[in-house]
């Protein structure tokens, strides 16, 4: 596949019941592929994969895959190698065209059991591989050097999503192994920087609201209208993916402009109160202002 373009981190939607909804979720990925997105990664953080079960985010994949026309990439995480390798195996029969590979969830450790746990998970399958690098969420960072050692020594390795926030890894890695390994921004409000830095691909959070704009946002850094009057406007919410409730408050925008539910799945819970009034203050603000289409 080609990891390049915007492709939507989705969230995953429940009823009230806090079930799966998959009918909603059919809809909502094809509205975002008709909207230029050039794939879907289902079931990362922003999904709440930790709080899916095997057989449920089994059928996440598979309703993604049914309803698309663009590839589906499955994230595998876990708390152990073993589950994390079914997971991988089980996204290939629902038909998926991508893994994105995390760290395991809770445990992390030094460079030999990361590679070794890391690797599995890459030979498990034939699919093509983009590791996640995320040291805010997951507490273990795979340094450039890492990040080559893995390319060169998997065929399937083809992408890094880069989320440690620091800009300088984009050129870092280009240094170390070229254009070996497209580079994608999982920072929504760096995604002009990391464009500039040499990245060609987005793993985008408000797309899920907003995905005309994120991908004209996309494609005119691409084009090097880097401080774009969109780019400005969007950036207040842009900044909503970077701070801990990220999946709360995507999930709100969402519900704000028509295309979701603020449901969210224990331990999460929904944003109440100030925090709540003052998430909305933001996002109204912005509506309010948005560029019409």
């Not at 009230?16 to 008709?34: G, I």
């Not at 876990?78 to 969830?105: F, H, I």
């Amino acid at each position: 596949m080609k990891w390049q373009g915007v492709i939507p981190a989705i969230t995953s939607p429940f009823r009230e019941d806090l079930s799966v909804d998959h009918d909603f979720l059919a809809k909502h990925a094809s509205w975002m592929a008709d909207a230029g997105c050039t794939g879907v990664v289902a079931l990362g953080s922003l999904g709440e994969g930790a709080t899916l079960e095997l057989d449920e985010k089994t059928a996440i994949l598979k309703t993604c895959v049914q309803a698309l026309h663009v590839p589906v990439v499955a994230a595998i995480s876990s708390l152990s190698t073993d589950a994390a390798v079914r997971l991988a195996k089980e996204a290939k029969q629902s038909g998926c065209s991508g893994l994105m590979v995390l760290p395991p969830y809770v445990y992390s450790t030094d460079w030999r059991e990361m590679k070794a746990h890391m690797a599995a998970i890459l030979r498990a399958t034939d699919l093509s591989c983009m590791l996640y690098n995320n040291p805010i969420a997951y507490r273990t960072d795979f340094l450039p050097e890492q990040v080559a050692e893995l390319a060169g020594e998997h065929e399937n390795l083809h992408a890094v999503k880069e989320s440690s926030a620091d800009i300088r890894r984009v050129t870092a890695i280009r240094s170390l192994i070229g254009d070996q390994l497209a580079i994608l921004v999982g920072v929504d409000d760096l995604i002009v920087e990391g464009i500039a830095a040499g990245a060609t691909g987005w793993i985008a959070g408000l797309v899920n609201a907003m995905p005309r704009e994120s991908v004209e946002v996309f494609d005119g850094a691409m084009r090097g209208n880097a401080v774009s009057d969109l780019y400005r406007w969007f950036l207040p919410l842009l900044r909503l993916d970077t701070v801990p409730k990220f999946v709360q408050l995507i999930k709100l925008v969402q519900q704000e402009v028509g295309m979701g539910s603020e449901r969210v799945r224990p331990p999460r819970l929904m944003l109440a109160g100030q925090e709540r009034d003052e998430a909305l203050r933001v996002i109204r603000a912005a509506l309010a202002a948005r560029p019409r289409a």
